[in-house]
């Protein structure tokens, strides 16, 4: 606690002691004021202004020390200044008062309380953040909730200062009301239990739900309204429909199934998806053909030797297709109509909150439902450059049926997709020239990662052109030309095939959520629950984003389909707490949690311990010795806030973390458990064993030699 917050923490709590070793609170009690009635009138005849002011002091003090007194001081305002003068002078008191106590709790608690709380109380924190407003209305309305503890446990929350005041002075508005006119007839209140009766406590029970009531009701008017224009059927063919067989829908079809729904999935293209088909399985089968090429050339220094190493793109891409082959079985209609899922191979269009249409061959038919979940994904973005019409440029979805490998391959975009592809290709022997606009590739990578493997990329003979920004495309004397812009000049790069790696977007028009109304921004725009502004019309997967990963579409799927299917009854908000996420490129770039620019982007106090895979035993036997381990923990505990990995098999080594931040489980931890000697998982140890070294106990540790000197001696 930093020297400030001490001295005020000191301060509140001197005076609050003081205030009891006075006895001083004695003068807020109901006989006292009784007694002093009549001198208390006449000194508010005499003086006015100065009674105001006294009585307003003692009011924001003995509020803000969170004295017992505030019911005494309340009435007192009724019985010296009558009604209307006592109810504005006690209420606006009351609510300085709160808001002193608030703010105190806020500066000196709230950072200690969420830095060591914090994630156990994010869900309360975001409850806060959405309804705060409303929860602090029902407080203030309810009497049982005593007064300073709403003021103290409030400044620890994120609630904004300023709702936090108007609240409060709304809310205590009713309350003071009624012990201010019980004031006005002092004389026949003997015990304060005479001022508000057990009727009058319930009726503020009620008055004090009633928010939370409102909320509820706006909800279903709210609802009313989504559907308002539509006829909603008697009955419905399925619980749930899902649109897209990607990674999303699939899951989400599968989850319907396995709890008995009756649920129909449509797909209008392939089976699987993006991931299956022009995604994860063939960029990662490329990579392996790829890393072979590259390791058979490079073996020479092993004592293996292969001259002049052939590769037939042909071959290639048909090895790239039988891996998809081999997986396909996974994600086929046999299997999901097996499972109990009713699959149409075809386009599917929403054509009201309740109905489906599905166009398969020419024929149309519609389909009822009681919910919809949309997975329809996305695809790559080709923004609009002067001249590409005139180029057959590649993308992810149409590289994959390369017949001849292209001599000089133009990549645009150094995301994980960009650089992917840009190793696979300059290792199976086209000459790569990668170009990203940022002045380095995977922005949202830690900057050292991405680093490491931007220097393993240009040793691999990639030309890396960051900091240049494509502009256009040409043609000169029949050649392919980009003009970038770099340090304010323009830069030609001839080529011969382009791949258009510049991010993804979402698939949000065509079918339907432009008549209906669904809030799009570029992707589909849901809530927590994953429901868009149509209640029973939920999205999951790469069309809501904003993490576009087939675990986090598939993890995505589990929430929509729930909710989907058991909303109002229960109901789940969707956890990214611990997203992890990996570049398969070599070495391979694995991450989890913070990264050292975003701890520092959130203002997020944190250690860094790295090891050096360059040290590990497995990795210099297998020859892949490069990369670190990077954990970011907090400030002098084993407590895990990130993770990132260069190296072999990163995406592997990963996995521990995952396990451990997700249930709270520590370096220390790590380090107390045995790995198999020689693996590359040993790394994940020896950082944790760094961190402890660091974190010694320095004082014991002297103590300890002491103790081993006396033994020898
Ligand atoms: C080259 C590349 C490599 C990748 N590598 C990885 C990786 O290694 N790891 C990883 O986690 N992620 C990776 N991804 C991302 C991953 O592929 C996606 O995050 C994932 O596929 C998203 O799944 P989805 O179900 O949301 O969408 P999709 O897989 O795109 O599925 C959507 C489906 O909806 C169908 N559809 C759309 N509209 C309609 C309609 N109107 N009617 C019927 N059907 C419709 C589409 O045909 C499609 O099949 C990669 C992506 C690419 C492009």
């Known amino acids: 606690m930093s020297f400030k917050k001490l001295l005020l923490l000191l301060l509140i709590v001197a005076l609050f002691i003081s205030a009891f070793v006075f006895d001083l609170t004695q003068y807020l009690s109901l006989d006292v004021l009784k007694e002093q009635q009549q001198q208390l009138n006449s000194l508010f005849a005499q003086n006015p202004f100065a009674t105001f002011a006294i009585y307003f002091a003692i009011y924001v003090i003995s509020t803000a020390l969170s004295l ?21 002078l006690a209420s606006f008191a009351a609510s300085f008062g709160a808001f002193l106590s608030f703010l105190s709790a806020r500066f000196i608690l709230r950072d200690w309380v969420q830095a060591k709380f914090g994630e156990r109380l994010e ?38 200062a300023w709702t936090y005041y108007w609240v409060s002075q709304v809310g205590m508005l009713l309350g003071a009301a009624v012990y201010i006119n019980a004031g006005t007839q002092l004389a026949q209140i003997n015990s304060l239990g005479d001022v508000v009766s057990a009727d009058l406590i319930g009726a503020f029970v009620l008055l004090g739900i009633m928010p939370i009531v409102a909320k509820f009701i706006l909800s279903i008017v709210k609802r009313r309204k989504a559907f308002k224009g539509y006829h909603k059927p008697k009955s419905f063919d399925n619980n749930m429909v899902v649109i897209g067989a990607g990674s999303a829908g699939l899951v989400s079809a599968y989850i319907a199934a396995a709890v008995k729904a009756k649920v129909t999935l449509i797909e209008r293209d392939k089976m699987g998806g993006d991931c299956l088909n022009t995604g994860c399985v063939p960029s990662k089968a490329l990579l392996h053909v790829a890393n072979v090429a590259q390791q058979t050339r490079n073996s020479e220094h092993l004592g293996v030797k292969a001259d002049n190493v052939q590769v037939d793109v042909k071959q290639v891409m048909q090895q790239v297709q039988d891996v998809i082959g081999k997986i396909e079985p996974h994600d086929s209609v046999e299997r999901y109509e097996k499972l109990g899922v009713n699959v149409e191979l075809g386009n599917a ?7 489906v249409e599905i166009t398969q061959n020419g024929e149309t038919k519609t389909i009822t439902t009681r919910a919809i979940v949309v997975a329809t994904g996305a695809r790559p973005l080709i923004p609009q450059f002067e001249g590409l019409d005139n180029v057959d440029y590649l993308t992810s979805d149409n590289v994959w049926s390369l017949q001849e490998l292209p001599k000089r391959l133009l990549v645009l975009g150094g995301g994980p997709i960009g650089c992917e592809l840009s190793q696979a290709f300059q290792r ?10 940022a002045d380095r590739i995977l922005s949202q990578e830690d900057q050292d990662s991405a680093e490491l493997l931007a220097q393993q990329l240009q040793r691999d003979g990639i030309d890396l052109k960051t900091g240049h920004k494509g502009k256009r495309f040409e043609q000169h004397d029949g050649e392919h030309v980009l003009v970038a812009e ?5 830069q030609r790069i001839p080529f011969d095939r382009v791949l258009i790696a510049l991010g993804r977007q979402a698939n949000v028009s065509g079918f339907g959520l432009e008549a209906l109304g669904v809030e799009t921004d570029r992707t589909i725009n849901t809530n927590e629950l994953l429901q ?36 109002p009854f229960k109901t789940f908000r969707v956890d990214y707490s611990v997203i992890p996420w990996v570049t398969y490129t070599s070495p391979q770039v694995a991450n989890v949690g913070l990264t050292e620019q975003q701890a520092q982007q959130h203002n997020k106090q944190y250690e860094v311990t790295t090891y050096d895979i360059g040290e590990l035993d497995r990795a210099i036997a297998d020859d892949s010795a490069y990369g670190r381990v990077k954990v970011l ?34 370096l220390n931890k790590i380090l107390g458990t045995i790995h198999s000697y020689p693996t590359l998982a040993e790394a994940n140890k020896y950082v944790a064993g760094e961190w402890k070294r660091a974190h010694a106990p320095q004082r014991v540790l002297n103590w300890v030699e002491k103790f081993h000197r006396w033994r020898r001696s």
């Open 349 to 355: 269009r929403i054509v009201s909150p309740w109905e």
């Open 532 to 567: 868009t502004n149509y209640p029973n019309i939920y999205a999951c997967g790469d069309v809501v984003g904003p993490y576009q990963f087939t675990h986090v579409a598939s993890h995505q799927a589990w929430y929509a389909a729930v909710n989907a299917l058991f909303d």
């Open 633 to 666: 923990t907090v400030p002098g505990k084993d407590k895990i806030l990130g993770v990132n990995i260069v190296g072999p098999y990163a995406g592997e080594l990963l996995a521990e973390y995952v396990l451990a931040m997700k249930h709270g489980i520590g």
């Open 428 to 437: 199976l022997g086209s000459q790569v020239t990668l170009v990203e606009m």
């Open 123 to 160: 869900a309360i924190n975001r409850g806060i953040e959405r309804d705060g407003a409303f929860y602090l209305l029902s407080l203030r309305l309810v009497p049982l909730f005593p007064f300073f503890v709403i003021n103290l446990v409030m400044g620890l929350t994120p609630i904004k």
């Open 486 to 490: 770099y340090n304010g000049k323009e």
């Open 68 to 88: 017992p007194g505030a019911t005494v001081l309340t009435l007192g305002a009724g019985a010296i200044f009558g009604f209307g003068w006592g109810l504005l």
